[in-house]
């Protein structure tokens, strides 16, 4: 594995290339994680789905293929497993679509499919996003390609990470600096959920304009 992980194979190698970030672009990264949560709850939490009573809960499905349910159903406690390795958009986390979505007070149903391409069976469950009972919030950051604006502040602190950042645009090793660097901005950042649009190409399943969540 070392050999295959090139310049990573070393942890501590890779954790002594990252550069403190200046307190603006911090400042900036935590402006838009608010702006990022209010924007998810308005357009994704579905004020007629509200057991709790909370108004935040974030109800989404993971599209897997059967075969996989009877491990899920069997665990005492069902949770759904996190996706591990550098082939996935946002590094390691469980990628799940919401299940309702409205865009200036327009409901599209058709959302729910984003990620219908992954599998037959469908798991739904929720998440609270700002938890009253213990005073959580969840720490968002959108990166949809139609704000632009995550996207562009991500890059920003992609620059300033030079190591990866060299790697990431001149090496042969430009999908494992990948990984490491969204798993990195998540870890530094505390973020919770990103959010964003697949990357998948199926004329049948995925809209470019729809929303994932890892």
Known sequence: MSKRLGPYSNISTLFRSIRNNSANLKAKIDKWCNDSFKTLKTRHVDPQRNIHNSGSELWVIKYMSPKYLSNFFEKKRRKLNVSLGSNFT???????????????GIVNPQMAYASAMFGRAGIVGY??????INQNQLKVFDATKDSKIGIEIYKEWIATQTSLYDHLVTSAHSQMARYYLSKIFRWTYEIDIVYFNPDEYNARYVNRQIIGLP
């Open 90 to 104: 946002w590094g390691d986390a469980t990628y799940v679509t919401p299940l309702y979505s409205s865009v200036n």
């Open 127 to 132: 998440t609270l996003l700002d938890n009253s």
